[in-house]
């Protein structure tokens, strides 16, 4: 069986006919949701049937349910959950409160994306906090600004997803809490020392680089890569993210149509694979587009076909939530009442 280095998003709420010829003809490796995607959760899983059943086979569908700004799965339908940045708050009131309450939340979360047959949340976001970094980009979608607290509550988070039935994807490699621009729309360049940022930026995702996903942010490390954004730099790639940090999952890169990146988009997903990246990302399900990047993505193989394996190995062996829901709730909210009161 053939599987593409592709994960891509889809236009709407159901499966259209022609999206569903391309991806059986282009056979990616799953798919990524976004609000648009998600008005009920009968639908929801209408829909995540509906992409299984398009290529025959377990595959991941992933979202971004961070909580806070990044919620595709939105209220009133779904519950508001809190930003990362307040499980950091509560953190530095009561260190063991703040990672309780960070991994009963990832576990609740965990369970409603269960329920919806989406089995991978891009979580948690391991960027350090910076006073001079964009607010818009990061600013509380993060847990802290100390590499320690990030760490602690980013391991809360991961095992709080896994124990939910739900694979974490740590993001955006190596670090993007120093970025002064948005990669939506430009390309942030990172000037610190390479001695700096592996003492600041880089620790959290070495500690963390056991767990089976990430991906990469689409920035500039001039100590490292002085041309090519860590998405297509095979330097970056190997030297930093592979070996230094130590991470040996299957890695992808973010979107691939953000404005950070440089060519037509049959170019970036080539030059993406080409550095190292396992999988290439595409996400507004704009058919045109899509095409252009499976045109430019090649089969899985060799390492990266083993990685992506081992992630559809370990979404058949996730555990299933088996604590009480309610009580977890319940705990939550006062842990979280434990940070508004201070």
Request: aromatic share 4%; proline share 6%; hydrophobic share 45%.
């Amino acid at each position: 069986m053939t599987v593409q280095a592709t994960i891509f998003g889809i236009e709407g709420t159901v499966l259209s006919a022609n999206e569903r010829d391309f991806f059986q003809d282009s056979a990616p490796f799953g798919f990524i949701l976004f609000k648009r995607n998600c008005v009920s959760p009968e639908q929801v899983r209408a829909l995540t049937d509906q992409l299984r059943d398009c290529l025959g086979r377990p595959l991941p569908v992933l979202i971004d349910q961070e909580g806070g700004r990044v919620q595709r799965l939105a209220p009133p339908i779904w519950p508001a959950r809190p930003a990362p940045r307040q499980f950091g708050e509560l953190y530095a009131q009561n260190p063991a409160a703040g990672c309780r309450a960070a991994h009963l939340n990832a576990l609740l979360m965990a369970a409603e994306l269960a329920d919806l047959g989406i089995n991978v949340n891009c979580v948690p976001d391991l960027d350090l906090g910076h006073a001079d970094g964009h607010p818009a980009v990061i600013g509380d979608r993060v847990y802290g600004d100390d590499p320690a607290v990030v760490t602690a509550l980013g391991r809360a988070v991961a095992d709080g997803m896994m124990a939910g039935g739900v694979l974490p994807v740590i993001k955006h490699l190596p670090g993007h809490g120093r970025a002064h621009l948005d990669t939506h729309f430009d390309l942030p360049r990172i000037e610190a020392s390479l001695a700096d940022l592996e003492k600041t930026d880089f620790l959290p995702f070495r500690a963390l680089a056991d767990l089976p996903m990430a991906m990469t942010g689409h920035l500039v490390m001039a100590a490292i890569d002085d041309r090519q954004p860590a998405t297509t730099s095979a330097k970056l790639i190997a030297e930093t993210i592979r070996a230094w940090m130590g991470f040996n999952g299957l890695l992808m890169s973010d979107d691939l149509s953000m404005q950070a990146l440089t060519g037509d988009l049959t170019k970036r997903a080539a030059d993406s694979l080409a550095a190292g990246c396992d999988i290439a990302l595409h996400c507004n399900g704009d058919m045109p587009e899509m095409l252009a990047v499976a045109a430019g993505a090649v089969q899985l193989e060799g390492a990266a076909e083993k990685r992506a394996m081992r992630v559809i190995d370990d979404l058949a062996q996730v555990a299933t939530v088996s604590c009480d829901l309610v009580a977890a709730d319940a705990e939550l909210t006062d842990l979280m009442a434990m940070r508004d009161a201070s």
